[in-house]
């Protein structure tokens, strides 16, 4: 099956800095990218969409000059916390897929953010 | 707006058991419906996807229905054992403001005891 990678999986900051996180589909070309967030013992909450060469479309409520993402190419999505704060310490996770309808989105491992 | 419902939030049943768990969700034009596992700390692992012209999958143990019009959906699983401990998270594939998205519920947290 496809393979999703995301890079780090785990990562500690000092509040105030901006992170870094990649999304990357390994064998295949992934169209649309998404990115989700989960805290402790909640479900999944999707935060934004991401289209290649294109801008991200944000949830509602998500802040889109905090949580900047970058889809530059068919294989490889950013996601930047910037100016981390500790409520941003979740558990970040992306998915890919090929398409634009019902196909199947493939989720990376997940990146744990903890910021002091 | 698509809202996804798991119930029950926790289960414990001892090895062998069948059990079943429950999905509902608002919106009934839906791409899709997956269940996911997710052990804790880690990421997904996709079970079963159920298209939205299907009424159920089967893998193994595992065997998820479909009723699209009533917005319901069930995963049972046969001859329960610990290492299906894990989370199992329903989500739908639905239109929304970017083109469709994946819309989870909250899970179901099963503890299988030996």
């Known amino acids: 099956g496809a393979v999703v990678s995301q890079h780090p999986s785990w990562v500690i900051c000092k509040s105030g800095t901006s992170v870094k996180i990649e999304c990357r589909s390994l064998d295949f070309q992934a169209t649309t990218m998404f990115w989700y967030r989960q805290f402790p013992k909640q479900s999944l909450m999707l935060m934004a969409t991401?289209?290649?060469?294109?801008?991200?479309?944000?949830e509602q409520g998500v802040e889109k000059d905090k949580f900047l993402i970058n889809h530059a190419s068919l294989t490889l999505s950013t996601l930047t916390v910037t100016s981390a704060h500790p409520e941003d310490s979740s558990f970040y996770i992306c998915?890919?897929?090929f398409g634009s309808g019902g196909e199947t989105q493939y989720f990376g491992p997940g990146t744990r953010l903890l910021v002091l | 707006k698509q809202e996804v419902t798991q119930i029950p939030a926790a289960l414990s049943v001892p090895e062998g058991e069948n059990l079943v768990l429950n999905c509902s969700f608002t919106d009934s034009a839906i791409y899709n419906l997956q269940w996911f596992r997710q052990d804790p700390g880690k990421g997904l692992t996709s079970l079963l996807l159920i298209q939205s012209s299907q009424r159920e999958q089967t893998s193994g143990r595992l065997n998820a229905s479909l009723d699209k019009s009533s917005g319901r959906s069930t995963l049972y699983i046969a001859a329960s054992q610990p290492g299906d401990s894990a989370t199992y998270l329903c989500?739908?594939?639905?239109?929304?403001?970017?083109?469709?998205?994946?819309?989870f519920g909250k899970g179901t947290t099963l503890s299988v005891s030996s």
């Open positions: 991401s289209n290649e060469g294109s801008k991200a479309t944000y």
């Open positions: 989500a739908v594939t639905s239109a929304n403001q970017a083109g469709t998205a994946l819309i």
């Open positions: 998915s890919a897929r």
